[in-house]
């Protein structure tokens, strides 16, 4: 992939230049006053608007955040993720402009100097962004492009969408991958091509229905294979178990037994709780006990792993050279059933292995566990899209920024 200092050759030079840069802004919020949560993402942006902004570019970033329909909607305005980026840039002057590429847009990008930053509003209050209809997608990207000089493309936790931002401007434009992304495909090239054994996967989250490819690929790539959090219970269900009121996925058994049984053929251990902390609710403070894994009760649901389950876990991560972590593995928002998540994230930080924490609910696990970032690998900025890649499918937001 071409990277800035192709960009910067090709162009000449990146002083005075609009380039036109797509970050992934995509924070959470939180639902009271609307600030910013988590500003890992933020954060992961700064080094290549930085680079950018050092010199002389009049950086124009576009980003989106939660799911509006293609029509403004003001809870998802990028305003509070600008906000925290001039915290974290305070000699840096940082705009927001009031629209993607009406009026607002326009009068801002004309004013904008060099060494200077501006952020348009969320890309999806455009229909355009995310339209299936080619010729709509592409009218959109014109109207980005027409805004710079060059694009670069940063927003790794978007690069499997097909979107105009992330796919049709960068065959408007000449173009390069952000440092943000070629980090991204370093890592992920190193976990599928060239892994360091012991290889273990940890997987959790809610649904296994959200992890069927990663999971059927890895069974060819992973020495072990850990499963925890609301997936688990379908594992649990296959194996003849029962599991009360938790999640489970009935459509998903029979595939699930296959996985078991494929496992076993091709001798990859497959690791699973032997205890779960079962609640009479989904609530914080709902009434809980820890209960062996096969022995749920029917009036309860599983919120975590056990205790049990966390050393099992530990011990399983303690000998790897390489682990790949999604997926939280529990309900890690509520104390009560953090316990098991906190363990899985201790375990690598204790282990020797290159750990990958594989973006989405997992960094901000890490993050809000009070885990030092720096004591993992790498903690990915793109769950879905880091997920794709270990799959094996293709990712248009790469692949458009090939040599």
Not at 124 to 140: C, I, L
Not at 321 to 337: A, D, K, Q, R, Y
Not at 357 to 364: I, P
Request: include cysteine; aromatic fraction near 6%.
């Amino acid at each position: 992939m071409k990277t800035i200092d192709d960009l910067t050759k090709e162009l000449g030079t990146l002083s005075g230049k609009r380039i036109l840069v797509r970050s992934d802004l995509n924070v959470p919020l939180d639902k009271e006053t609307g600030a910013v949560t988590d500003d890992g993402r933020i954060r992961a942006s700064l080094p290549t608007w930085q680079r950018l902004l050092d010199a002389g570019a009049k950086v124009i970033v576009v980003a989106h955040l939660g799911r509006p329909k293609g029509t403004p909607e003001a809870k998802y305005s990028l305003a509070p993720a600008v906000e925290r980026a001039k915290q974290l840039l305070p000699g840096v002057t940082i705009t927001l402009a009031e629209d993607t590429v009406g009026e607002s847009a326009r009068a801002a990008v004309s004013a904008l100097g060099d060494g200077e930053l501006l952020v348009l509003e969320n890309l999806r209050f455009n229909a355009g962004e995310t339209s299936k209809d080619e010729a709509e997608r592409a009218a959109f990207a014109d109207q980005l492009a027409a805004f710079a000089d060059g694009y670069v493309s940063d927003g790794f936790g978007v690069v499997h969408r097909k979107q105009a931002s992330v796919y049709d401007v960068a065959q408007k434009l000449p173009h390069a991958a952000g440092g943000l992304v070629l980090a991204e495909v370093e890592v992920l090239k190193r976990l599928t091509e060239t892994p360091q054994r012991p290889y273990a996967v940890v997987l959790g989250g809610s649904k296994v229905s959200d992890k069927l490819g990663v999971i059927d690929n890895l069974l060819n790539t992973a020495d072990r294979l850990l499963i925890g959090g609301g997936m688990v219970f379908t594992f649990l269900k296959a194996q003849g178990h029962e599991v009360g009121k938790s999640l489970l996925e009935e459509d998903q058994l029979d595939t699930v037994r296959g996985y078991i049984e494929r496992a076993q053929k091709q001798g990859v251990e497959l690791v699973l709780p032997v205890d779960v902390v079962a609640a009479t609710a989904f609530a914080a403070d709902a009434e809980h006990s820890t209960v062996a894994a096969e022995q749920i009760p029917a009036d309860r649901l599983g919120l975590d792993i056990g205790p049990e389950s966390g050393k099992l876990f530990a011990s399983k991560l303690a000998d790897c050279e390489t682990v790949f972590w999604n997926g939280p593995m529990g309900v890690f928002e509520m104390e009560s059933f953090s316990h098991g998540t906190r363990a899985v994230a201790q375990a690598l930080v204790d282990s020797k292995a290159f750990s990958v924490v594989g973006g989405g609910d997992s960094a901000a696990a890490v993050r809000t566990l009070g885990f030092d970032e720096k004591a993992f690998g790498h903690i990915s900025t793109g769950g879905g899209a880091s997920l794709e890649f270990l799959e094996g499918k293709t990712l248009p937001g790469l692949t458009v920024l090939e040599n």
